[in-house]
């Protein structure tokens, strides 16, 4: 197993920041942004209640389908595009290996 995959992150300045994520502390892409101190406030925690983590998914990865709760909350966000995800529920794993995602505005 993976101690630590590769994440892409494209902040709101267009920068993009190649991030190391480890794969043992069942972390979230909310939690690595701010790790990192990128501008990602997670107001509610991880609870998918705010969507200040929104960000778009600009690769092809496949992730996990969206939880009625993550559908639910960003339905009521600003900003939302067919690809638009909340960070706080993209789990660090594997299979997210080399995934880019940018932040929303």
């Excluded at 509610?44 to 929104?54: I, K, N």
């Excluded at 909350?73 to 067919?82: I, N, W, Y």
């Excluded at 995934?99 to 929303?104: D, E, N, P, S, Y």
Aim: proline share 5%.
């Amino acid at each position: 197993m993976k101690e630590a995959i590769h994440v892409t992150i494209i902040d709101r300045e267009n920068v993009a920041h190649h991030l190391e994520a480890p794969t043992d502390m069942n972390m979230n892409i909310m939690e690595v942004c701010k790790a990192y101190e990128l501008p990602v406030e997670g107001t509610c925690g991880g609870m998918a209640l705010c969507a200040s983590c929104q960000c778009y998914l600009e690769s092809d990865t496949p992730l996990p389908e969206q939880s009625d709760a993550e559908l639910a909350m960003l339905d009521q966000a600003f900003h939302v595009k067919e690809n638009s995800r909340l960070g706080c529920q993209i789990r660090i794993t594997e299979e997210i290996e080399g995934i880019v995602l940018r932040l929303a505005p």
